[in-house]
């Protein structure tokens, strides 16, 4: 399913844009996490957190939490990908970091009510802005494409 807002090409059952957070369909609902009853509005786009509108911060046409921490992270870094579990992320963190590529991992499946409100791959991998290309071609060696978030409209 395309978004309207970024162009990226998300998984035909995502609820919420991989890239950006908003949400993709109208008629489906999800509760914030931090009000109960209130409509999720978007997904932090750093660590999968249901927000509403009151909770969101919006910054550059990305959702994000009310951790300042978050809005704050990307500008030092980018979404590079996403995986399904934590240890495929600790892997890859780990392989980008030996290869001096200063990588973070979050994970989406902390909160309360989740789903997979993306896709299957709830576990997001950001690396430091300068280091994206190297990144990518480390990635792109290891054989793991579909790991990638293309900005363009591809994931």
């Known amino acids: 399913m395309m978004c309207l807002r970024c162009h990226l090409s998300n998984s035909e059952d995502a609820l919420f844009c991989a890239a950006c957070g908003h949400g993709l369909r109208a008629h489906d609902v999800v509760e914030c996490e931090n009000h109960s009853g209130t409509i999720a509005i978007g997904i932090c786009v750093v660590c999968g957190k249901p927000v509403c ?19 704050q992270l990307t500008a030092a870094y980018t979404k590079l990908g996403a995986v399904a579990t934590e240890f495929e992320a600790d892997m890859l963190v780990k392989n980008l970091s030996l290869n ?30 300068e280091s994206i290309d190297e990144a990518r071609r480390l990635i792109e060696e290891m054989d793991l494409e579909e790991f990638l978030i293309h900005e363009s409209g591809q994931s």
């Open 100 to 129: 001096g590529v200063p990588a973070l991992q979050y994970s989406a499946k902390r909160f309360s009510q989740f789903c997979f409100f993306t896709d299957d791959r709830s576990v997001s991998i950001f690396v430091k802005n």
């Open 53 to 71: 509108g009151d909770c969101s911060v919006a910054r550059e046409n990305k959702v994000y939490c009310d951790d300042v921490m978050h809005s």
